[in-house]
């Protein structure tokens, strides 16, 4: 059973601060690693899909790093909005033959504080 | 463009019914997969369908069967009823290009939220 960890489970910023939260996964046999935000009573929403270790994505004021040989993303918001408030996802994907599926972890709970 | 539907919203049902679930795929998508998401929980694979085939398959009882129609629509159906199949039920489409070390991105409907009484 593959183990997909986020951290810290919620966090509340105040407007304007940047802030970032953790993915854990295991560090063999890595495919890929996707980050999204869910707001609530919305579509969980792609953010990033990151393959290659050293990898850095960008999307605005938000960005993502990937290290794959110790198992870890992060993903950083700066200067955060009262509208990036949403549960952030992490979902790892193995490169097993015939592993198609998204495991994902529990999520990262943002609220901001105007 | 349409992105990834799903019906019904929501549903209630039950202990021992039996309840179909759809899903849309967007616009150009040919896999669909689905995910069960439990309260407190992250989504958990349940199945995914590409070319009508079921390709991989999660954890998850007999009771949970799926089918992909050739517009690659999708249903998921689930049988006997208990009261921990109460869950948000998503579905996520994607376009398999089939090329190694190239990640397809998953896009997800909105849900249906699955009651049972």
């Not at chain 1, 996707?34 to 609530?40: C, D, L, Q, S």
């Not at chain 2, 369908?49 to 079921?54: A, G, S, T």
Request: a negative charge; hydrophobic letters at 30%; aromatic letters at 12%.
């Amino acid at each position: 059973i593959l183990n997909v960890e986020q951290s810290p489970q919620s966090l509340h910023v105040q407007e304007g601060d940047s802030t970032n939260f953790t993915c854990s996964f295991p560090s063999s046999n890595f495919y890929a690693l996707h980050w999204y935000r869910w707001e609530t009573a919305k579509s969980p929403e792609a953010l990033f899909v990151m393959t290659l270790n050293g990898d850095e994505k960008k999307k605005g004021r938000i960005s993502a790093t990937l290290n794959t040989k110790e198992g870890y993303s992060y993903l950083y918001i700066k200067g955060s909005q009262p509208e990036d408030s949403a549960t952030y996802l992490c979902a790892f994907r193995d490169s097993g033959a015939g592993s198609y599926q998204l495991t994902f972890g529990k999520g990262t709970k943002l609220s901001v504080i105007p | 463009d349409a992105g990834v539907t799903q019906s019904p919203t929501h549903l209630i049902k039950t202990r021992g019914q039996q309840v179909t679930l759809r899903c849309s795929p967007k616009s150009g998508h040919d896999t669909v997969s689905w995910y069960q998401q439990a309260l407190g929980q992250g989504p958990q694979f349940i199945f995914q369908y590409y070319e009508e085939e079921e390709r991989q398959r999660g954890n998850f009882p007999d009771r949970f069967s799926g089918h992909q129609f050739p517009n690659y629509s999708s249903e998921l159906n689930v049988n006997a009823l208990w009261l921990g199949d109460s869950a948000l039920y998503l579905c996520a489409s994607s376009f398999s290009l089939g090329l190694a070390g190239v990640e397809d991105t998953q896009y997800f409907g909105p849900g249906t939220r699955l009651t049972v009484l």
